[in-house]
């Protein structure tokens, strides 16, 4: 019993320390920080064991207990109410595809990235991709687009592994798999060098969009020259939306579009003079701006960044999620106040390590709420 009691309060450690890196990890803060502070939280997990010398035995007696609180309470209860969450009502269907890149292009996929080794581990899924057809039904959905199609791709993070190889094959079968939707939607994380920015053109240039192709930055496209992420997406055909919102013409229909690449870029965007009456579609690259989206009457919102967590264990799903909520947002629909917000998984990672979470495409077709899949 003694030894049992000892596991759960080092998994409730874990659990404090870990939603602490997942806090920092949400926030605006430098690489200078974040990265001694992972490691950091590495060190202080494993050394858990270490508390139980601790000269104050009542601060030990104390420590421990939150953390079997911790471990043996509320991350329970927590992942329980994750299995019992309901999916919004506006999510009419989704259907996933996968497709195996392996057997197909083998070592080719590894390309020559910083952290080429990771997809070469056991039991890794990095070339593994779903091709997910998703059905919503937004509230203010205005008729004329009923069937109206969008692709969704995020944190494609070119910097070598995956290969060119593993991006063109998606390209090919996103446009072999799916028509050309109305909207391209790009949410952001496209390069993790400089040297990768020749990548968007040819990779991301090939998509076609009936209405317009949109796009905005990530958080790691920050620290590679923006301003050049920004004209080279421009170049291949995209409106770079920034921090800030235009009114557009989609199927004769005028929409207000979004971009919040917030909290990296700032300030957020203002839409104090947009129109209080047209649809809102806003591409945000972090979910963490979901209750902005609420307070600014945000209709859909389409989100990457949180990878799903990359690492997904059986049961309790995902661990690690740059996120200050966390786990709340890693993946799929969710929906409050007439918002809704779609989570994609990315398409890789500047670690591209992947277990149980597969890297992902999204098509969206829209319904009229009474509409049906």
């Not at 509230?139 to 290969?163: I, K, M, N, Q, V």
């Not at 917030?262 to 003079?273: A, E, K, R």
Request: hydrophobic share 45%; glycine share 10%; charged share 20%.
């Amino acid at each position: 019993m003694l030894y049992f009691a000892f596991a759960i309060a080092w998994v409730g450690h874990a659990c404090i320390w870990t939603s602490v890196l997942n806090q920092a990890y949400g926030r605006r803060l430098p690489k200078a920080v974040l990265k001694p502070w992972r490691l950091l939280t590495g060190a202080l997990i494993l050394a858990f064991p270490l508390v139980l010398l601790a000269p104050d035995f009542i601060l030990v007696r104390v420590y421990s207990l939150v953390g079997i609180f911790f471990g043996g309470v509320l991350l329970p209860l927590i992942t329980v109410a994750r299995w019992l969450r309901k999916p919004p009502e506006s999510l009419l269907g989704e259907i996933t595809h996968t497709l195996d890149l392996w057997p197909e292009l083998g070592a080719k996929l590894h390309g020559d990235g910083k952290f080429s080794w990771a997809p070469r581990l056991p039991f890794t899924c990095a070339y593994r991709v779903d091709f997910t057809d998703v059905v919503l039904a937004p509230a203010r959905l205005p008729p004329e687009w009923d069937g109206l199609t969008l692709l969704l791709l995020s944190d494609l993070h070119f910097h070598g592994t995956p290969s060119r190889a593993y991006f063109d094959r998606i390209i090919d079968e996103i446009q072999s798999r799916w028509p050309v939707p109305d909207l391209v939607c790009l949410a952001g994380d496209y390069v993790d060098t400089d040297s990768h920015l020749s990548w968007i053109g040819p990779v991301l240039g090939r998509l076609q969009a009936k209405e317009a192709k949109l796009a905005i930055l990530g958080n790691h496209d920050e620290h590679h020259r923006p301003t050049d992420v920004r004209g080279e997406l421009a170049a291949a055909g995209y409106h770079v939306l920034g921090n800030g919102w235009e009114e557009c013409t989609i199927r004769g229909v005028k929409c207000v579009a979004v971009g919040h690449e917030g909290p990296w870029f700032y300030p957020p965007p203002d839409l104090t003079t947009a129109p209080a009456d047209g649809f809102r579609l806003c591409l945000s690259h972090s979910p963490d701006n979901f209750y902005w989206g609420i307070a600014h009457h945000i209709d859909v919102m389409l989100c990457g960044h949180v990878h799903g967590g990359q690492i997904r264990v059986p049961v309790l799903g995902s661990i690690f999620i740059p996120s200050i909520y966390g786990r709340r947002f890693d993946q799929g629909a969710f929906e409050k106040s007439g918002t809704l917000m779609l989570v994609n998984r990315g398409l890789s990672g500047k670690e591209p390590l992947r277990f149980r979470c597969h890297p992902q495409v999204m098509r969206v077709t829209f319904r009229a709420a009474s509409g049906s899949v």
